[in-house]
């Protein structure tokens, strides 16, 4: 996946003038319990950011706050205009929500035209306005139907197409496909990204989902017992974080520990318990002596007859095996103590494959650069 | 929301209750009050000792004791046909009942005054069959009132059982009749202890209305069986003894507090899921 | 659940007669030509109805119940509503008490209420007024009104309101817009139940009447007193009104809210 400039760059191809969001040291407090603690957040034009974070992390909260829904310390910008003290119905902000929040009583058509009539445009307009829209998320034919009439994945179009009709400058969207089964998901996911692209709107999008994350955003923010923790494309995030909390949240990640004991160049050497030996490439200076803490992503590691190429190879006894379907997932103790989950790809079918059986003897083997260092 | 906001929004209400609640603090001084402004106790003490007004207390209580639980035993087969019948069956019940709940007490009651009476269909059945040769009094007396005490709260029990009822997990009487049990024992063992809170509910409101009816006695009872609320009007708007009115007011404001509070104590223990 | 056996099915029955008999036997007996109250009646005639036109106590009094019970609803429905959105959206203190307050008038018995309030009234020197018995009345539809629009605002959604709001409605406009008709079955129901409380309330009323007397204190002394089928007549119309607001009432947004 390319992640060069042009993907953050505003896509304003749409003829919006889409602006940026900003947070400056953001709290917020719900009698007393802190759900967001100073955050800051910068939100590119165009870009599609996505708030990713465990259950309760402040996620929903620092959606509402830039909605204007909750009181807050802090500063907020929609647009390069100070939001605070700017009323919610005011703020020009697209808001899709978990439950849809489709009102029961208008049809699909009067739904989506809502946004358009409280802002008085006339009727002709709002008409032409509400048929693109649902022209837009694909709906042409039930502008007349009740939303209860509709499926799961045609409610969530139409919340899309109520929050984008109104030109808004940014488009919020709280977990707007997790009421929908995985496969419909997956579905949605491309489109909410391609209808994003088209239209061009700064989007911020929350989600507990680390694979949506990944998949469908331009940037993600992961979030932690309100505090944003890392800020940065999906490549970096996943390769690169710069936390424990980011390593072990998304993704998979064996964390492991040593001793550096020998430094050559830009990579070193760390012993770990009982004298294994692990080779890792750093980007910062260490001198012998450091404790170090590093992870190595399960997929970096393959099983080697013999381990040579790849600089670092450990002996280890399997402990367990969970065959998965498109890969399987291994448990690996090795003789530092430390148990290491490895995930092998099903090249072949499963009656040819090798079967490695818990219990056995395996070498695995990594190279240097898959470890990444943490603080 | 703002405490503001929310203090402008209940003021409307506040204000009507705090009406309520200065007019039941009123009552409670007016019943202990004397003469030239003094306070004391003597309408109280009037009360307990004498026999007169004891027994209207005494029958008022009686009377409730013995009509709530017909009331149940009618009431709950309604309510579990309500709960399993056909949903046409189910609708024609709630529409009955409903109407019933919606219709004045005074109209209901003089209903069962035609019912009841002299020349009431059923005394005109009995005598057209040759059960009687001479009209049975029906009313004005207990059997009238005890009989519309039995039937007029109807909804007030059924309601309640009905509601719980509905919701009752089909699946736990069928794992009790997977266990062997028979329909009587699926019913008792598993179905009624289920529904003790609608039964609770229920009781309660039907052994109040009871215990304070006003309207039965007075049309069924035709002034010949009074119980304590009519008691209380007369003292208060016919021998104009408002302090003594107060009085027997407070007596059965307490009573009715006491058998809340004792039932939701009680009751408390089926209302919560059990704990083990 | 299995179905309820032939035990159930038997009380239901003898229920079903206890509660429709009675009703029957008022329509019937109101048909009567004769001064008797006979099931069946002795012929066919439309004479007591005639008689309640002739009775202007019974048209009066059956003006005043209405314009009574309408500003009783009309009052509690909003009180009740201004509570509902106070409780379930705001946190303040004093919010489970007033909770509590507000239905405690249904548990204090009927002659007690009546009577404390022209205690009070007469303390303040507010007797035989309008003021007096609509205070009574709107005290008594309040908890009902209280209530059901507390149930139904706890069951409706914020993020419908908040919907409104982030697509450009001011709040106000938002909960007219889009709350107040999604809670309109408790609407309709805490109306229903706030109407027949006032119109059909007869023992806390009879304290604070003066000349002017409502409907149910006119039937009342009449059948005390004279007791003629005319009584029977103006139950049968008052029985058909009820059971054709229910019938409304059941398409309109369903029983569920009555029954519980
Ligand atoms: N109205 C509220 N009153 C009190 N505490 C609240 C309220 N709303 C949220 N919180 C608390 O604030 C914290 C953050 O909540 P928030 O809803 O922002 O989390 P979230 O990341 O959206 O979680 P989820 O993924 O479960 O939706 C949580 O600890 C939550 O319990
Ligand atoms: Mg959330």
Known sequence: ?375 | MSRRAAALLVLPAIAVLAVFVAAMALTGLTSFAADAGRWSVKHYVRLVSDSHYLGYLWRSFRIAAYCTPITLLLGYPVALVMATASSGVRLGLTLLLVVQFFTSYVIRAYALMLVLGNNGVVNRALLALGVVDQPLTLMYNEFGVAVSLVLLPMPFMVFPIYSVLKNVEPNLEAAATSLGADRLRVFWHVTFPLTLPGVVAGVVLVFLFDLTAYIMPGLLGGGYFDMVANVIYDQAMEVRDQSFAAAISMVLLVATLAVLYLTTRWGARYAEPPRE | MKTAGWFAWSVTAVVVVGLVVPLVVVVASSFNPTNELLVPPRGFSLTWYGNIFQRSVFLTSFRFSLLLALGATACSLVMGLLCAVAVVRCRFPGRDLLGAVLMSPLIVPQVVLGMSLLIFLSTIGVVSSLAGLSLLHVILALPYTARVLIAALTRFPVSLEDAAVIHGAHRAKAFTLVTLPAIKPGLVTAALFAFVTSFDNFTSSQFLVWDRTTLPIEIYSYIRTENDPTVAAISTLLILATVAIVVVAERLVGLETVTG
């Not at chain 1, 940026?20 to 599609?48: C, F, I, N």
């Not at chain 1, 520990?257 to 260490?286: I, K």
């Not at chain 1, 090249?347 to 090798?354: C, G, L, N």
């Open chain 1, 1 to 375: 996946m390319n992640h060069g400039d042009a993907r953050v760059a505003p896509a304003a191809a749409g003829g919006f003038a889409p602006e940026a969001v900003s947070l400056d040291r953001v709290s917020v407090a719900y009698g007393g319990v802190a759900a967001l603690k100073e955050v800051s957040l910068d939100v590119r034009p165009g870009e599609m950011l996505a708030l990713l974070g465990p259950s309760g992390c402040g996620k929903t909260s620092l959606l509402r706050t830039i909605a204007g829904f909750v009181p807050h310390t802090g500063d907020v910008h929609i647009g390069g205009r100070r939001a605070t003290g700017i009323p919610s119905h005011r703020r020009n902000i697209g808001m899709v929500f978990q439950d849809y929040a489709l009102f029961p009583h208008m049809t699909i058509a009067q739904n989506v035209g809502f946004g358009l009539r409280m802002r008085k445009v006339p009727r002709r307009e709002i008409d032409t306005r509400v048929e693109e829209a649902i022209a837009l998320v694909g709906l042409r034919g039930v502008e007349h139907r009740l939303p209860r009439q509709l499926s799961g994945g045609q409610q969530q179009r139409v919340a899309v197409a109520r929050a984008i009709v109104i030109h808004p400058s940014v488009l919020l969207l709280d977990e707007p496909l997790s009421a929908l089964d995985k496969k419909l998901r997956e579905e949605m996911e491309v489109e909410l990204r391609l209808l994003q692209k088209r239209v061009g709107i700064t989007t911020i999008f929350v989600t507990h989902d680390q694979e949506e994350a990944l998949a469908i955003s331009d940037r993600i923010a992961v979030m932690h017992e309100g505090r944003v923790l890392q800020l940065g494309c999906p490549e970096e995030i996943y390769d690169a974080p710069a936390h424990p909390f980011v390593a072990g949240f998304v993704g998979k990640a064996n964390r492991l520990s040593g001793t550096v004991t020998d430094v050559t160049g830009d990579e070193v050497t760390c012993e770990l318990a009982a004298g294994v030996r692990v080779r890792l490439a750093t980007p910062r200076a260490v001198t012998r002596g450091d404790r170090l803490q590093f992870t190595v992503r399960p997929e970096k590691i393959v099983l080697a007859a013999t381990g040579g190429e790849l600089d670092n190879s450990v002996e280890g006894k399997v402990r367990t095996r969970i065959y998965l379907g498109m890969f399987t997932e291994l448990r690996v103790q090795i003789p530092s103590g430390d148990e290491l989950t490895v995930v092998v790809q099903n090249t072949r079918p499963a009656v040819i494959e090798r079967q490695v059986a818990p219990g056995d003897a395996v070498v695995l083997a990594w190279s240097p650069h898959a470890c990444r260092l943490l603080e």
